[in-house]
T-cell receptor, first 113, second 112 residues
Framework: KAGVTQTPRYLIKTRGQQVTLSCSPI?????VSWYQQTPGQGLQFLFE???????NKGNFPGRFSGRQFSNSRSEMNVSTLELGDSALYLC????????????FGPGTRLTVT | QKEVEQDPGPLSVPEGAIVSLNCTYS??????FMWYRQYSRKGPELLMY????GNKEDGRFTAQVDKSSKYISLFIRDSQPSDSATYLC????????????FGSGTQLTVLP
């Protein structure tokens, strides 16, 4: 079974720009979560989507947003990029009923200059 | 104080050693516990998943959860150079949401 895929793998953007990252979950997984990983803060939860609805959101500013499509694929968007947004953005997918483990994709490494 | 504390290491051991990795947590509502392995510049890979207190074994890996002490451990037997990676503990609550809280990760090097 194919794993979680994320595109693009690497991205360089300039301050003030916006960026959209994409995630395709494991087939049959309907929950998609996004995490930000930085050396200083570690892995931090951004938000989770299930059935095209945001179910939970971490402590990040409104510049970070996301959505999920009917095929469970998800995108996250960061507007007005700041230098501090440079990070590895990880997507994780999960089954829903009674299952809590999450499977991560390889991540998108975003560099803001 | 962070909800999940994990010794960042680095930890260096000889090949064949038994490795012990640990996390402590403060929120007693955590019920599901996971260990992930992350190689440099890769996404985390799920190693072990346990529910509530007890032990779980999978090959060379054993996960232990002691909810009374709010303490979880991962043991690696007969460690190999290929085990060199960062190990992250993660935990979550029961319920509908899927939100993992991670430790900061322990960097492990197994020397040949």
């Amino acid at each position: 079974k194919a794993g979680v895929t994320q595109t693009p793998r690497y991205l360089i953007k300039t301050r003030g720009q916006q960026v959209t990252l994409s995630c395709s979950p494991i087939s049959g997984h309907r929950s998609v979560s996004w995490y930000q990983q930085t050396p200083g803060q570690g892995l931090q939860f951004l938000f989770e989507y299930f059935s095209e609805t945001q179910r939970n959101k971490g402590n990040f500013p409104g510049r970070f947003s996301g959505r999920q499509f009917s095929n469970s694929r998800s995108e996250m968007n960061v507007s007005t990029l700041e230098l501090g947004d440079s990070a590895l953005y990880l997507c994780a997918s999960s089954l829903v009923k009674g299952v809590y483990e999450q499977y991560f994709g390889p991540g998108t490494r975003l560099t803001v200059t | 104080q962070k909800e999940v504390e994990q010794d960042p290491g680095p930890l260096s051991v000889p090949e064949g050693a038994i490795v012990s990795l640990n996390c402590t947590y403060s929120n007693s509502a955590f019920q599901y516990f996971m260990w992930y392995r992350q190689y440099s510049r890769k996404g985390p890979e799920l190693l072990m998943y346990t529910y509530s207190s007890g032990n779980k074994e999978d090959g060379r890996f054993t996960a232990q959860v002691d909810k009374s002490s709010k303490y979880i451990s991962l043991f690696i037997r007969d460690s190999q150079p290929s085990d060199s990676a960062t190990y992250l503990c993660a935990m979550t609550f029961s319920g509908s949401a899927r939100q993992l809280t991670f430790g900061s990760g322990t960097q492990l090097t197994v020397l040949p």
